[in-house]
Structures are given as structure tokens and as C-alpha cells.
């Protein structure tokens, strides 16, 4: 009997309700004196039990010369009652996939005030993504040298690189200049007659991520969102194709 318990308790049956099914599977018809004697549970137990048994159809009960007998149920509906019980079961997995998609949905954020740190966010950037990726990047440092003697890791351009990561930058027009040509990344320029674009602020779109740095304070922000990522990117790619005319 005890190996079958575990099944019949999985399709929610409570136990001594299961062990009084499978005392009427293994002796047939029965009366409330017999399934006591046969499973040693308190009549008033049985009494309760049997009710639910009755109403979920996993017991028929028989009146006899004013005396009632049980008889047990085809096993056929514990098979019905596990298939119902699968047909549940996904419809929780579905809520529960739902409740996990709304919160991946929901934006993560890093923030750093820390000068350290900030090499974190330019290894994330390369570390992010994945071969011949695309990333786009809006930059209006101050001071290139610095930035690159201070806050960019040594092996950087190295892992870019190997990656062979194709980039898009808008930058003001002073420090497009020391920039050098590259076939693997396209540059815009501000023009001053905009805005000299002087404010040291970094902006990066990458691998659903936006990641801003301020040098001024040395504090850095990682947006994780999927949605967010796509929407500046929007904006970015309508900003380039305007400088770009």
C-alpha cells in the first residue's frame, strides 16, 4: 500500500484518505467497520473522509438491507485526476514564467561613485557582448589623455579588438580631432556652432545595457533593460543619421 501513497497524495488526495481507497482496492466492498479493522483508522476519520471520496468519485457507496458498503473507484480515475492534475500544474508554471518575465522586464541598475569602478564599466562594455557585435557610444570628455591614462583598463582596446566589435560614436568636433581613422568604427561630430559638447559625460548602448559615466564626479551608472537599451538607441541612430547628413 505505502508505495502507492505517494502518487495518489500527489494528485492532492489527503493520505488517510488515499489509504482508505487502496484498502477498498484490496478488499473490495466494505463497511465502515472493516475499513477501520483493515487500515486502523479512527472511525470518526473514515467518517469524515468518505465524503470527499464519494464526491470525487473515487468511492461508490451502496445501501444494502439498510446497510451501507463502499467499493472503490476504477483506478482509471486516478489517471483522469493526474492528467487534470498535469493540465494545472501548467497553468502555474505559466504564472510563474509570467511573473518571471515581468521581473526581467524590470530595469537593473548599478550605480557607482567610485574611480575604480569605472574601469568596471568599460570591461562590461567588451565583456557584454559577443563576436562582431554593434555598440554605440556618445562621449563629451574633456580630457581623452586622462580618460585613457586613468580610467581605461590596460587591455581594453586589446579584448575590443579581438572581438572585432564594429562601434558608432558622436563626439564634439575638438576631440573627434585626435581621434585616428577606423575601419571598425564610424564618428560624427557636434559642431561647435551646436554646443562645444564639453559636459566630460560618457554614454554607452550595448548588449540591452546603458551605461553612463560622469568624469566630473566619477560616478557611473549601468542600466540592465532590454526596452530602455532599444529606446536610446532609437535616439542615438536618429541623432547620428542627423549629424551625418
Do not use: G
Request: charged share 35%; aromatic share 14%.
Amino acid at each position: 500500500m505505502e508505495k502507492y501513497l505517494s502518487l495518489l497524495k500527489w494528485i492532492w488526495l489527503p493520505e488517510k484518505a488515499a489509504k482508505i481507497y487502496l484498502s477498498l482496492l484490496e478488499n473490495w466492498k466494505s463497511s465502515i467497520s472493516e475499513i477501520q479493522n483493515n487500515i486502523n483508522i479512527h472511525r470518526v476519520e473514515i467518517y469524515r473522509l468518505l465524503p470527499y471520496l464519494i464526491e470525487s468519485w473515487f468511492v461508490v457507496v451502496t445501501n444494502e438491507w439498510k446497510r451501507k458498503s463502499y467499493f472503490p473507484a476504477n483506478p482509471e480515475k486516478i489517471n483522469e485526476a493526474y492528467l487534470e492534475m498535469q493540465e494545472r500544474n501548467k497553468w502555474t508554471i505559466n504564472v510563474l514564467l509570467e511573473k518571471y518575465s515581468n521581473i526581467d522586464k524590470k530595469p537593473k541598475v548599478i550605480y557607482k561613485k567610485w574611480d575604480k569602478w569605472i574601469k568596471n564599466v568599460f570591461n562590461d562594455i567588451i565583456d557584454s557582448q559577443k563576436k562582431w557585435d554593434v555598440f554605440y557610444r556618445i562621449t563629451s570628455e574633456t580630457d581623452s589623455d586622462k580618460i585613457n591614462q586613468k580610467y581605461l583598463p590596460k587591455n581594453y582596446r586589446e579584448k575590443r579588438d579581438k572581438k572585432e566589435l564594429e562601434r558608432y560614436v558622436i563626439m564634439s568636433s575638438k576631440a573627434a580631432k585626435i581621434k585616428k581613422p577606423r575601419l571598425e568604427r564610424e564618428l560624427v561630430i557636434i559642431p561647435e556652432k551646436i554646443d562645444e559638447f564639453e559636459d566630460n559625460i560618457f554614454m554607452s548602448i550595448y548588449a540591452n545595457k546603458v551605461a553612463y559615466i560622469d568624469f566630473n564626479t566619477e560616478t557611473s551608472i549601468i542600466i540592465e533593460n532590454k526596452q530602455i537599451a532599444q529606446f536610446q538607441e532609437k535616439l542615438f541612430k536618429m541623432l547620428f543619421k542627423s549629424l551625418k547628413k
